[in-house]
């Protein structure tokens, strides 16, 4: 069967399913969150749009109370997963195409959602589609799981599989070909400043929506401090080719800073709005918490990504070094201070060891260190049959024999027995996932489809 002739032969349908699916803003709303809608209106709809596309083209679905659901085909005993989803990070900042549009130009298609995760799944959707019209047999039952909280900490998923079956093997389209065998394990620790907030200099401090996005905004208002800073923070952001304001309000002044967004598992990729005016304020801010609050941000954070000053950094060859984001920081005087940090960590980190450490480290600049939540690293042996038979399709589609790779962003993989992350990213791209003006080329797009629909035909057969 050649797919990928069958995939071009429908490249229309999936640009136009692509698109509407962008177009629905599905991004985490917990304050209008219900019992009948769990993450907001946006998640449940992508949801039910791709559920009412399975029930049209006559595949069985079944919606899980509305924190995920799945479209099915075939039939055996065995079960193959196909775990994508359709929730999306918050828009941001900085896009020069609509973010909520799904608009063309040069080949590429933009949007949130075009790369994570909506282009990948609408071509594993497309995928399925070809199977079922070609009327190819299976001997498996193949299943596309549809969460809708996976970048929030995998609410959907967790909760689905309490409910319903474990794939016996299955792929995420969530990632990077050739495949992703190693994910590193991701905590989301909380770092606060155990000083008590009284008369500061620093007034506010924020930056940061989500711990798993780079911010690229950060703001902070203060007061009783010298009257050069204006002057000082021109030749700041030349010096640092950033943009950024500062106003002066009777005796404070309010100081913006523009950085770059990233996925927090590539941080080194962004940069961290919320560190660079901490750097900018720091020789400013001399009463106890303010100087501790970004003495810290400075020192733990500025230049090193791994967390080497506070005693968390580890590597190991499967999947690289630990790395530290620091998504979401806050200062408020009434309120406290903390700093959110969502850290990947390598396959082998010994945890409890490196935590243990990093809370007296972290101690000893007026910080306290709790973890939030963990979900610990994944594997699947690179000899093992899944892996190969992936491998084998991919190689056939794009002659690239790359090996394996590891990553520290975390895909719906994990939680299956044995599953991998497959695509749909290809060496040499430019990875856009989580940053403005998101996009995904087109013609990786169908290639990605058909690649698709031979692997579950493989996988089922």
């Not at 549009?101 to 070809?130: F, H, Q, V």
């Not at 959907?156 to 792929?171: A, D, L, R």
């Not at 190693?182 to 989500?210: H, M, N, P, V, Y």
């Not at 590891?406 to 990875?431: C, H, I, N, Q």
């Amino acid at each position: 069967m050649d797919w990928l002739k069958l995939a071009q032969s429908r490249k229309e349908e999936l640009i136009d399913e692509l698109q509407q699916l962008i177009q629905i803003e599905s991004v985490l709303d917990e304050a209008n969150a219900t019992s009948d809608a769990p993450f907001g209106q946006g998640p449940l709809q992508a949801l039910q749009f791709m559920l009412n596309k399975g029930e049209e083209q006559g595949f069985t679905t079944k919606n899980v109370d509305n924190f995920a659901g799945h479209i099915e085909m075939g039939q055996g005993e065995d079960l193959v997963g196909i775990l994508c989803h359709v929730d999306v990070v918050p828009a941001g900042d900085s896009w020069n195409y609509p973010p909520f549009k799904g608009e063309i130009a040069d080949g590429k298609l933009y949007g949130r959602g075009a790369i994570d995760d909506k282009g990948p799944t609408m071509a594993a959707w497309l995928a399925m589609k070809m199977i079922k019209d070609a009327g190819i047999p299976l001997n498996k039952r193949v299943r596309m799981i549809i969460g809708t909280d996976e970048e929030s900490g995998f609410r959907c998923v967790n909760h689905y599989f309490s409910k319903e079956e474990m794939p016996t093997i299955g792929f995420a389209p969530d990632a990077d070909f050739p495949l992703i065998n190693a994910e590193k394990g991701i905590a989301l620790l909380d770092f606060t400043l155990k000083e008590t907030l009284s008369d500061e200099q620093l007034i506010a401090f924020q930056s940061g929506q989500r711990s798993n996005m780079v911010p690229d905004f950060a703001k902070a208002i203060v007061q009783n401090v010298q009257d050069d800073i204006m002057g000082d923070f021109q030749e700041f952001i030349n010096k640092n080719h950033i943009q950024g304001t500062i106003n002066q309000e009777n005796d404070k002044y309010i100081v913006t800073v523009q950085g770059k967004s990233a996925h927090a598992m590539e941080p080194e990729k962004g940069l961290n709005a919320a560190v660079l005016l901490a750097k900018f304020l720091k020789p400013y801010l001399l009463t106890k918490a303010s100087k501790q609050f970004v003495s810290f941000i400075v020192e733990a954070f500025d230049g090193d990504h791994y967390g080497t000053k506070i005693s968390l950094n580890h590597s190991d060859e499967m999947s690289g070094k630990t790395t530290l984001n620091p998504g979401v920081i806050l200062f408020h005087r009434e309120k406290g201070a903390r700093i959110q940090v969502s850290m990947r960590y390598s396959v082998s980190y010994p945890f409890e060891e490196k935590i243990t450490e990093a809370t007296k480290r972290t101690s000893s600049y007026g910080f306290s260190l709790d973890v939030v939540s963990n979900s610990a690293p994944h594997y699947v042996p690179e000899e093992d049959n899944l892996v190969q038979t992936l491998l084998s399709v991919y190689r056939k589609y794009t002659k690239d024999h790359s090996k394996p790779l590891s990553t520290g962003g975390g895909t719906y993989a994990r939680v299956m027995k044995k599953g991998v992350a497959f695509g749909m990213l290809f060496p040499g791209e430019l990875d856009v996932a989580h940053q403005a003006d998101e996009f995904v080329v087109i013609d990786n797009l169908i290639k990605a489809a058909a690649i698709y629909a031979e692997a579950i035909v493989e996988l089922a057969k």
